[in-house]
């Protein structure tokens, strides 16, 4: 049996190659060169739902819609989405499109106070940029805590038409993973803004597109009487929040896309008796590797390839649990059904045996492993092989003012009023600190202990980049404020895809742990985990001019300063809408120009 096994997944690896091969080919030959606008108008605004079962009426959707609307477009498009912000709180919005490069469009990164104004209630912001690559990918709010309220949606992009996916799959689904709470997100943001600290806790439940059970397990009769949550029981599977089951066909080759959109936790994926092919992450090729399962971090995406070859008159779990935090989560589940077995619009049939275990939250070695075996396909642009430019950034838990604060080399990101974006091409030198921020942390730092002296200090400090520098960045994690403890850190970079050269336990030793980088086949990404009281090394080329957010994608983590700023090549931007620059000190400014600035 393990040699059959074995023999389909050399089988598999070997025809989604030659995919490869024929796709790199059709790329030298030139596809179609069809390409459209794509218009969507977005109404962002609060409504009464059920993501769980348990009715909140402080849900943030889009047009009405929880999750927002897939917006789906080939590589070259132009999409235009008009972004009304009618959010009855009088709070302002804006949308990240996360993945999206925004190469001559820096403003519509969708980042408050640093690529534009935030949208106020009332007022409608104008997106329009190029997507220029295909992958899975989504959007989310980047304003205050919005993300946790609800606000995101997938994005797709396909490849331009004419040219093909280097790997066959008869069908694909997309899933939206996330995590939700029932205390609102103003309630998690005067919490983490409280003094004395006040953490929001675990969320109560998980989400896959949006739906959830809370207090209840759709396999409680599969779990040999040990579960502690009763049978979920819905009237229909059209229920609010009843899962939405995956169909298939029997010996059928699938793509799942999945994208983690979560605000705290680190999932494991896993599908019953299913293996699984990664072929793609963060939007890039990965070589091809099949596992029983995967970990998938804030802000991540995948490409996986599954063979529904097992028993078709059973279906099967598919399962998401915490991983990196000590859970206090159940699992999420849906179903993956067979079209032969049984189901019903009234009664879902579960499958009778219990659904995959997640593997155990602190077992970092298994994550690591993971994480070790996504590697580049051949023929991915390679890293340069040194860099100009580097930075060894230290996140810790700190204390400002009795506030409990995340930071970066002694520094909690405040951002300005001003959006950098418009201050810096405008050089208003009085928008933030034009001082340069610390490159680095004292080599006698104890990462395995709370830190001696636990104050920071507020900043808003920016750091500059020359045109086509290729920059290292070191990322160090270090323990918490009190107790021994160190946090998993998803940190994602804007505009930039970035190489992941290593990882490593303990702290960083220049000259000695670079040995160690790969530098023939690191993994494009533009989300990385570090892992506790480790490093993580990326490198990227600082070659797309604009202002880019880089921080960490736990949503209270960002919002208790856990980022920093890049700029690269601003006085090369051109076209600033005036919209983008219409608050803080580039208000004044902006009448003298047009919107085509030059």
């Known amino acids: 049996m393990r040699l059959k096994g074995a023999t389909r997944t050399i089988r598999v690896c070997w025809s989604i190659w030659l995919g490869y091969l024929i796709v790199l080919i059709s790329l030298l030959i030139g596809g179609s060169s069809s390409v459209r606008v794509r218009e969507y108008k977005f109404e962002v605004g609060y409504m009464k739902k059920k993501p769980d079962c348990i009715e909140n009426s402080y849900v943030m959707g889009i047009n009405g819609h929880f999750p927002g609307p897939t917006i789906r477009a080939h590589v070259g498009d132009t999409l235009h989405i008009s972004l009304f912000n009618n959010i009855s709180t009088n709070e302002p919005t804006s949308i990240h499109w996360h993945g999206i490069s925004q190469h001559g469009t820096p403003w519509a990164d969708g980042t408050a106070s640093i690529s534009q104004c935030a949208i106020n209630p009332g007022e409608t912001f104008h997106y329009r940029f190029t997507v220029d690559k295909a992958g899975t990918y989504f959007y989310h709010g980047h304003y205050g805590l919005q993300r946790s309220a609800g606000l995101y949606g997938s994005l797709i992009v396909d490849l331009a038409l004419g040219q093909k996916e280097p790997f066959h799959y008869h069908s694909e689904f997309n899933l939206l993973l996330s995590d939700w709470w029932h205390n609102t997100s103003f309630h998690q943001e005067l919490s983490l803004s409280s003094k004395p600290f006040q953490w929001i806790g675990e969320p109560q439940s998980l989400l896959i597109n949006g739906r959830g059970q809370y207090n209840c397990s759709m396999a409680a009769n599969t779990m040999n009487n040990n579960a502690t949550l009763p049978q979920c029981k819905f009237r229909t599977s059209d229920e609010e929040c009843a899962p939405q089951i995956l169909h298939v066909h029997p010996n059928k080759t699938y793509r799942i896309r999945i994208a983690s959109t979560t605000s705290l936790s680190s999932l494991n994926f896993a ?67 067979y079209q032969k077995a049984s189901i019903s619009s009234s009664n879902i049939i579960i499958p009778n045996s219990p659904p995959p275990i997640t593997p155990q939250w602190n077992d970092f070695n298994r994550s690591k492993a993971f994480t070790n075996k996504i590697h580049a396909l051949m023929g991915s642009p390679k890293p340069p092989t040194h860099y100009d430019h580097r930075l060894l950034l230290l996140n810790t838990q700190n204390l400002i003012d009795g506030y409990t604060k995340w930071a970066i080399n002694n520094i909690s990101l405040v951002l300005p009023q001003t959006p950098y974006l418009g201050s810096i091409k405008f050089k208003i030198n009085a928008a933030f600190d034009r001082r340069h921020p610390s490159e680095n942390f004292s080599n006698g730092y104890d990462i395995f202990s709370p830190p001696i002296n636990p104050n920071a200090n507020f900043g808003n400090r920016v750091y500059m980049f020359n045109m086509n520098q290729v920059v290292d960045v070191i990322l160090q994690n270090a323990n918490v404020l009190s107790g021994k403890n160190s946090d998993i850190h998803p940190w994602h970079l804007h505009g930039h895809d970035f190489w992941v050269l290593g990882y490593g336990d303990g702290k960083f030793k220049q000259g000695y742990d670079e040995k160690n980088f790969n530098l023939k086949n690191p993994p494009l990404k533009n989300t990385a985990a570090v892992f506790p009281y480790g490093w993580t090394a990326l490198r990227f080329r600082a070659n797309n001019p604009g202002v880019w957010f880089f921080h960490c994608h736990i949503e209270a983590h960002l919002h208790m300063g856990m980022g920093v700023i890049f700029a690269e090549g601003v006085q090369l931007v051109k076209g600033i809408p005036k919209q983008a620059l219409a608050c803080g000190l580039t208000k004044k400014i902006i009448m003298s120009f047009n919107t085509t600035n030059n």
Do not use: C
């Open 271 to 337: 599908i019953s008796n299913h293996k699984m092919v990664v072929v793609e992450a963060d939007g890039n090729y990965v070589d091809p590797f099949e596992v029983d399962d995967i970990d998938i971090y804030s802000g991540e995406s995948y490409s996986i390839l599954i063979t529904t070859n097992q028993n078709p008159n059973n279906n099967y779990w598919i399962s998401i649990g915490v991983r990196g935090r000590k859970p206090n989560t159940p699992q999420a589940l849906t179903i993956l059904n």
